[in-house]
């Protein structure tokens, strides 16, 4: 006889023989490729615009969502929008630090806030990064006092004011694939104008699933048939409730979309690729 | 479907090893089929929990090869004819015998909840209040839950970081959420999820969910919709705010 089999407490002890390791992979290797790419983009501070021309005037355009709203713009750069579009006008001295003059660094925290204390991808860092655990039955790193979320990760109760600027940006990233549609004030279709209408579509069923919109419009009630009110909350509810069902499915695509929106405004800025339109 | 292998725990919470066994396995058959045939034909004495036979009891709550399953509700055929079959007990908790494990902290968790409480003042009819079909099957949701306790099992916070004293486990908070929800219960249990059944301890992985054999969406519509209503009471300054001018 031995010890008792299969009961240690280590880093990855389990007697699961299926490749378990695999998802966790995919996580790790997604989210990063994400994480790289997006501050790479953000720190451009260029070639996130195109409307025919560089620097072109007129209503309508492709504007990259990771830097929608533009706060201010540096008139220097290249494959900006004119500067009629930026919200507080040329690029302020004192944000002289902000690396690549980038506007993106002021709203990217918004977003990045809102998918950060996301419950579905709470899931998949907790798996993937930290390893609490890696995979069902699978160890996790031990810690002599294991404190979840009552310690340093407070602040994932957060996620509901997270939640609410997440959806302005549902509202203008709408108005920007609205624009897509429109060059100098012509009206007109081109691949990106597919592109940045879907992408509000998918962060609007990844936005509207959230956990916290599913409680706060009707989850928090403990009756839905006592008032004609609980029972318009109750068909809401219901709404968030079928995106919410399919909240991971929405959370990877609209990530994966958002950042292939940057790419496609990206590589047609810069002339790399010629957008196929209407306009021509 | 011809002779299969297992390798099966013997043993006791101090010393055990798993031992080897074949068995002739038939069209049909479940893990707990196989472990009855073996314990007919090679191990008289091997301890083995069952009841139901039908996924209802929850008694036959076992790991096979390292996943925490019900034996009766696991096909042989979803293995490969070439592949050992493991059967270990539930790792969360001490051994009693072979594959069976005493799992009566999980009755004393149960025992720190408040119970069902019915409110005396609230109507919707002349009769009292009636409950209409979409509040019935909001709490019948939790009620299908067999205490199979896999869920406890598979959890982390219990199974790893020995933090029993912290968390009551996912089975009792779907046990809160099935009494917090009911629209004729009154009593007041946020605090008590937050501080004493721990609901910060959850960091979402949702295990639980996975190996619940009867598709209780435990993190979704249990610990979640738990732990945002513990952000009203705590953590929200707005929801704080409209309790205190609305004394809600």
């Given at each position: 006889?031995?010890?008792?089999?299969?009961?240690?407490?280590?880093?990855?002890?389990?007697?699961?023989?299926?490749?378990?390791?695999?998802?966790?992979?995919?996580?790790?290797?997604g989210l990063l490729s994400f994480i790289v790419y997006s501050t790479w983009a953000a720190w451009q501070g260029e070639y996130f615009w195109w409307?025919?021309?560089?620097?072109?005037?007129?209503?309508?355009?492709?504007?990259?969502?990771f830097y929608s709203p533009t706060f201010f713009?540096?008139?220097?750069?290249?494959?900006?929008?004119?500067?009629?579009?930026?919200?507080?006008?040329?690029?302020?001295?004192?944000?002289?630090?902000?690396?690549?003059?980038?506007?993106?660094?002021?709203?990217?925290?918004?977003?990045?806030s809102f998918r950060f204390t996301c419950y579905y991808y709470r899931k998949a860092y907790y798996r993937a990064f930290t390893f609490s655990p890696p995979a069902c039955a699978v160890g996790g790193i031990p810690q002599k006092d294991y404190k979840g979320e009552t310690g340093v990760l407070l602040f994932q109760n957060i996620h509901r004011y997270a939640m609410y600027f997440a959806i302005v940006f549902i509202f203008l990233l709408s108005y920007d694939a609205v624009m897509a549609f429109f060059?100098?004030?012509?009206?007109?279709?081109?691949?990106?104008?597919?592109?940045?209408?879907?992408?509000?579509?998918?962060?609007?069923?990844?936005?509207?699933?959230?956990?916290?919109?599913?409680?706060?419009?009707?989850g928090r009630?403990?009756?839905?048939?006592?008032?004609?009110?609980?029972?318009?909350?109750?068909?809401?509810?219901?709404?968030?409730?079928?995106?919410?069902?399919?909240?991971?499915?929405?959370?990877?695509?609209?990530?994966?979309?958002?950042?292939?929106?940057?790419?496609?405004?990206?590589?047609?800025?810069?002339?790399?690729?010629?957008?196929?339109?209407?306009?021509? | 479907m011809g002779n299969?292998?297992?390798?099966?725990?013997?043993?006791?919470?101090?010393?055990?090893?798993?031992?080897?066994?074949?068995?002739?396995?038939?069209?049909?058959?479940?893990?707990?089929?196989?472990?009855?045939?073996?314990?007919?034909?090679?191990?008289?004495?091997?301890?083995?929990?069952?009841?139901?036979?039908?996924?209802?009891?929850?008694?036959?709550?076992?790991?096979?090869?390292?996943?925490?399953?019900?034996?009766?509700?696991?096909?042989?055929?979803?293995?490969?004819?070439?592949?050992?079959?493991?059967?270990?007990?539930?790792?969360?908790?001490?051994?009693?015998?072979?594959?069976?494990?005493?799992?009566?902290?999980?009755?004393?968790?149960?025992?720190?909840?408040?119970?069902?409480?019915?409110?005396q003042n609230k109507n919707n009819t002349e009769k009292g209040l009636v409950m209409q079909q979409v509040d019935v099957e909001r709490t019948q949701h939790f009620r299908k839950c067999i205490e199979c306790y896999l869920c406890q099992n598979v959890c982390h916070v219990i199974r790893d970081q020995d933090a029993k004293e912290k968390f009551v486990g996912p089975r009792f908070m779907i046990r809160l959420a099935s009494l917090e929800m009911h629209p004729m219960d009154d009593a007041d249990r946020i605090p008590a999820i937050k501080e004493d059944h721990g609901s910060g301890m959850c960091n979402i992985t949702r295990c639980c969910t996975e190996v619940c054999p009867e598709d209780i969406q435990i993190t979704d519509d249990g610990i979640i919709p738990l732990k945002e209503r513990v952000v009203d009471r705590y953590f929200d300054p707005v929801t704080m705010l409209y309790r205190k001018l609305f004394k809600k």
């Open positions: 006889m031995t010890e008792v089999i299969g009961r240690e407490k280590s880093f990855l002890s389990t007697l699961r023989e299926d490749r378990w390791w695999i998802s966790p992979m995919l996580v790790l290797f409307s025919g021309a560089l620097n072109a005037e007129g209503f309508g355009g492709y504007l990259s969502p713009l540096d008139i220097t750069k290249e494959g900006i929008p004119p500067i009629s579009h930026a919200l507080f006008g040329e690029w302020p001295n004192w944000l002289w630090w902000l690396p690549g003059h980038s506007p993106a660094w002021l709203i990217l925290i918004f977003p990045l060059r100098d004030g012509e009206f007109g279709v081109g691949v990106g104008s597919i592109i940045l209408l879907i992408n509000p579509i998918l962060l609007g069923g990844y936005t509207f699933g959230c956990h916290s919109l599913r409680h706060l419009i009707g009630m403990d009756c839905f048939s006592c008032s004609h009110s609980a029972e318009h909350s109750h068909s809401r509810w219901k709404i968030v409730t079928y995106l919410n069902r399919r909240h991971q499915m929405f959370a990877w695509c609209s990530l994966v979309w958002v950042g292939l929106s940057d790419v496609y405004v990206r590589l047609v800025s810069m002339g790399v690729i010629t957008d196929l339109n209407t306009w021509v | 299969r292998k297992f390798k099966i725990y013997r043993g006791d919470n101090t010393k055990g090893e798993l031992v080897d066994y074949n068995c002739d396995v038939t069209e049909g058959m479940v893990v707990l089929d196989a472990m009855h045939r073996i314990q007919a034909d090679d191990a008289n004495d091997m301890a083995c929990r069952w009841n139901c036979k039908a996924g209802k009891c929850g008694s036959c709550s076992v790991e096979i090869n390292g996943r925490p399953k019900l034996a009766c509700m696991t096909r042989m055929n979803e293995y490969s004819p070439d592949e050992t079959i493991m059967i270990t007990p539930l790792k969360a908790f001490p051994i009693i015998k072979d594959t069976v494990t005493d799992v009566s902290w999980n009755y004393k968790q149960n025992l720190k909840i408040k119970p069902f409480s019915p409110a």
